[in-house]
């Protein structure tokens, strides 16, 4: 199978991200982009903060952001996109070192003491419109593997 023969009626889209509250973001693009990027330039909004700065680079948006059950945004920061031909949830793991290590790099904050991965099918009930990127960036490790494997 090409990549090209993955097509969308082949495969299901799955996200694999970090599930993040504002705080944990706010804290994240802090880290990253510095507070005064955050802070002034982007009005205290981290998710256009990281927005702005990957436009800037060319780079799509990687943060789908969504409402929970509550009412209160969660925002799905996007580190794969994986594909399921049975429409079964892929078997995505992060190394729990990944995560650690990042949380020490925030210089270990309370917030980020628990953070949610999870592995959810793209659906259009998010109320956003379907990003670009989906579909190619699910394509991207399937073509790694056929090439490997040719």
Known sequence: MTTSQ??????????????????????????????????RTCVRDPAY????????????SLILELQAQDGSPRYLYLLDVLPSSDGQPPKATLNKHVLKELWCKLGRPEIWRKVDLVSIPWSGNFGIPEPQWLYPRMRQPVAKYIQEDS
């Open 6 to 39: 993955l097509s969308q009626s082949d495969a299901k889209p799955f996200l694999f991200c970090m599930v993040l509250t504002l705080d944990q973001l706010d804290k994240l693009a802090r880290h990253y982009l510095g507070d005064d990027f955050v802070e």
């Open 49 to 60: 903060a990281f927005r702005r700065s990957w436009a800037a680079r060319g780079v799509d």
